[in-house]
């Protein structure tokens, strides 16, 4: 069976195209521009949902935090994704955690214009419904996956989604510099940072991957597929 990387990554999709242009007048007057630095924190676990968030540069990890303090990242937001609805439209605290993980630019809609749009949009709600069903597939794909095999297999389709994640304008022509920091790969693979080094030195040594610094660069992709395919 062919790979598929949409199962455990989405594809941005415009959450406001389908608008009436009365609804985008209302967006564009009532968005607002927010900054954030790397490291800094765009909202917390547990606390409740102020808006939407769009990001317009950089990207977002979205992750939970253990009893030891140890972060276990759900997922990576990019250029063009969208969050921070879904506890919205379930009346419910965030379950996870959002930070930047490099200098972020995003477009906020506050909860009130939101929901204002919600009620008198359909094809909004449509969206969101379709989004939110894709996006629950994804989160399952992956912990459920990421349960069942080894640290090897794991970091492999890691590398698969990441490469993903840090692809521009979907040209898979070019090399991608997938630059992610150990500790935030150990979180998204679910494993210990120094088992993580380990396995990234082997595929180093087998010439899988080459690193500049804390970047990473895919050299053999079809190795990497072969790894996953059955998963």
Known sequence: MEFNIE???????SLFDSLSIAESQLIKEGIIRKEFLKGE???KEHSFSKGVYIIKKGKV??????????????YIYKKGDYFGYRPLLA???????AVAMDNVIVSFVPKEL???????????????????SKEFSVWINKMTIFSQHSVKDKVALSLLILNKVYQRNDDSSKSVFISI????????VGTAKETLV???????????????????????HRVLLNMVENM
């Open 7 to 13: 199962k455990y990554h989405l594809k941005s999709s």
């Open 61 to 74: 990890k979205i992750f939970q935090t253990n009893s030891d303090g140890k972060e276990g990242i759900v």
């Open 114 to 132: 939101f929901l204002e749009i919600l009620e008198t949009s359909a094809t909004l709600a449509k969206e969101l419904i379709v989004n939110l």
């Open 181 to 188: 920091n150990r500790d935030d790969f150990a979180g998204f």
């Open 41 to 43: 924190c765009l909202f």
């Open 91 to 97: 009346e419910e605290p965030h379950p996870v955690s």
């Open 198 to 220: 380990r396995m990234l030195r082997i595929f180093k040594d087998e010439k899988i991957i080459t690193t500049k610094g804390t970047k990473i660069i895919i050299l053999k």
